[in-house]
Nanobody, 123 residues
Framework: QVQLVESGGGSVQAGGSLKLACKYT?????MAWFRQAPGKEREGVAI????????YYSGSVKGRFTISQDEKNNSLYLEMTSLKPEDTGMYYC???????????????????WGQGTQVTVSS
């Protein structure tokens, strides 16, 4: 059983930055960040895998967000810059399995989830 606890959310103005952290009890091949805005489905934001070597970002955050992992301290991070109001939502870290060695931003591939941390970006 993997336990994950997020922190670092808050309220910022558009153009600002936040760094989210996720402390976990044990890692998985695929470690990811997802987000969910009110009334919308949960969507994948970023993945790190293959021993924190490979990363992948959704098109809406690529170039603005950076995912990283500190395996020694069992921590996952999401550094968010140039934040936009549409980035508002609850952010979740997740641990999951690969598909043939590749990790995808599909919620069904992730077995373990944190309870989330709220990010609010005002215009």
């Amino acid at each position: 059983q993997v336990q994950l606890v997020e922190s670092g959310g808050g309220s910022v103005q558009a153009g600002g930055s936040l760094k989210l952290a996720c402390k976990y009890t044990s890692s998985a091949w695929c470690m990811a960040w997802f987000r969910q805005a009110p009334g919308k489905e949960r969507e994948g934001v970023a993945i790190i895998y293959d021993g924190a070597i490979d990363t992948y970002y959704s098109g809406s955050v690529k170039g603005r967000f950076t995912i990283s992992q500190d395996e020694k301290n069992n921590s996952l991070y999401l550094e968010m810059t140039s934040l936009k109001p549409e980035d508002t939502g609850m952010y979740y870290c997740a641990a999951g399995s690969s598909r043939g060695g590749y990790c995808l931003l599909l919620t069904e591939d992730y077995n373990y989830w944190g309870q989330g941390t709220q990010v609010t970006v005002s215009s």
